[in-house]
């Protein structure tokens, strides 16, 4: 069994910054890529941010230059630095990673419960 628990989010003003961070629990052989989704009222969930075990991130284009995403592979765990934030930026951000459970098995998708951001004035 493989769980996602995320903590950090809040509210804060627009221009503020918030960190989330999340951790994967459970038994398993290792944590493959690892992501952050994030989806606003009435829409579509998005990619946010990605970062594969060897630190290779990717960052969709609404959130470059102001987002950060980062890993720490001995502890299992993702974090999502987000400065400059915007009113846009509201929305239940997700935890999501790639998960083998065994060395014989390929990924298997897992994501955490979300945690709400909201940016207001």
């Known amino acids: 069994q493989v769980q996602l628990v995320e903590s950090g989010g809040g509210s804060v003003q627009p221009g503020g910054s918030l960190r989330l961070a999340c951790g994967a629990s459970g038994s398993f052989f290792s944590v493959v890529d690892m992501g952050w989704y994030r989806q606003a009222p009435e829409k579509q969930r998005e990619l946010v941010a990605l970062?594969?075990?060897?630190?290779?991130?990717h960052y969709a284009d609404p959130v470059k230059g102001r987002f950060t995403i980062s890993r720490d592979n001995a502890k299992n765990m993702v974090y999502l630095q987000m400065d400059s934030l915007k009113p846009e930026d509201t929305a239940v951000y997700y935890c999501?990673?790639?998960?083998?459970?065994?060395?014989?098995?390929?990924?298997?998708?897992?994501w955490g419960q979300g945690t709400q951001v909201t940016v207001s004035s």
């Open positions: 970062i594969t075990r060897a630190g290779n991130a």
């Open positions: 999501n990673a790639g998960v083998r459970i065994t060395y014989k098995l390929g990924s298997q998708d897992y």
